[in-house]
Nanobody, 120 residues
Framework: EVQLVESGGGLVQAGGSLRLSCAAS????????IGWFRRAPGKGREGVSC????????YSADSVKGRFTISSDNAKNTAYLQMNSLNPEDTAVYYC?????????????WGQGTRVTVSA
């Protein structure tokens, strides 16, 4: 079965850290880029960060640069999002997706999401 499973979300105080994991199965992990997206309450989906599992190149939204770090472990078929210096504006459901390329969202394989809540 093709799937992505996110984990690591939870409740954290402002200034704290969380590490999200995205475990892939049922497809060849390093044929895809892995993107992290989020949807905050009452807002649309926002691209957070993306990594090419082939060459490790990565991209991040300006809102998280310097605070969030994306990485992947191809041997474990898992991608990670290390989130530091969290603030209440980071509260959202975070999703990972396997994409043909970081610039192509359509047709991706999506996880079910993990909720992150940052308290002030």
């Amino acid at each position: 079965e093709v799937q992505l499973v996110e984990s690591g979300g939870g409740l954290v105080q402002a200034g704290g850290s969380l590490r999200l994991s995205c475990a892939a199965s049922g497809f060849t992990f390093d044929d895809y880029a892995i993107g992290w997206f989020r949807r905050a309450p009452g807002k649309g989906r926002e691209g957070v960060s993306c990594i090419s599992t082939r060459d490790g190149s990565s991209y991040s939204a300006d809102s998280v640069k310097g605070r969030f770090t994306i990485s992947s472990d191809n041997a474990k078929n898992t991608a990670y999002l290390q989130m530091n210096s969290l603030n209440p504006e980071d509260t959202a459901v975070y999703y990972c997706a396997a994409l043909a390329h970081c610039t192509v969202v359509a047709g991706g394989i999506w996880g079910q999401g993990t909720r992150v809540t940052v308290s002030a």
